[in-house]
């Protein structure tokens, strides 16, 4: 095989995996499930049906993806974080047709225990603390931490924090670890120049 499955896993008939991919210890992956190219899916991680995943995406241990969640490249998903996807759910009521997506952008970190109502879409290098509960969608390069949620900061693609400092407008900011230059205007922020 062009990927690894633990034997203790279970991969549905139907289920595409990308060429690189490691599933470890007690996962189950469904039919009509897609994981992307040189993934690592940690232990006892669980994937719904039509659930999407890019390449070189990180899903460390005890998360479940349900249906309507779509990952881009190069997500890291900490341990034990929490989808939902039904906004009012109900043991006695079926809500399958309620199901509402979730979309998580390219290079998001989402910290060990964070929550993410269903329905929201996280940004491109945005970064999730640790136990966060995310209700509202979140801007590309935003630190959200908290409950609920709310934007705290900003940080590079690299993965460390910015400091924006006015430049009458747009306010500037060059990561000091890579290098990368940034602009802010209000709550949007664009990269300056090569990445």
Known sequence: ME?????????D???????GTKIWHFCHVMAGARIGR??????NVFIASHVDI???VKIQNNVSLYTGVKVDDDVFLGPSMVFTNVINPR?????KEEYQPTQIGKGASVGANATLVCGINLGQYCFI??????THDV???????????RVQGWMCACG?????????????????????TYQKREQEISTIGAE
């Open 91 to 95: 043991s006695h009521i079926n809500r």
């Open 13 to 19: 008939e139907g289920a595409v995996i990308g060429i």
């Open 54 to 56: 890019g390449n070189n």
């Open 129 to 134: 603390g640790a136990g966060s509960v995310v």
């Open 38 to 43: 040189n993934c690592v899916i940690g232990q």
């Open 139 to 149: 801007p590309d390069f935003a630190l959200v931490y908290g409950n609920p949620g």
């Open 3 to 11: 990927y690894f499955v633990h034997e203790s896993s279970y991969v």
């Open 160 to 180: 460390n924090r910015l400091t924006f400092q006015s430049q009458d407008n747009p306010e500037l900011a060059q990561c000091k670890y890579c290098g990368r």
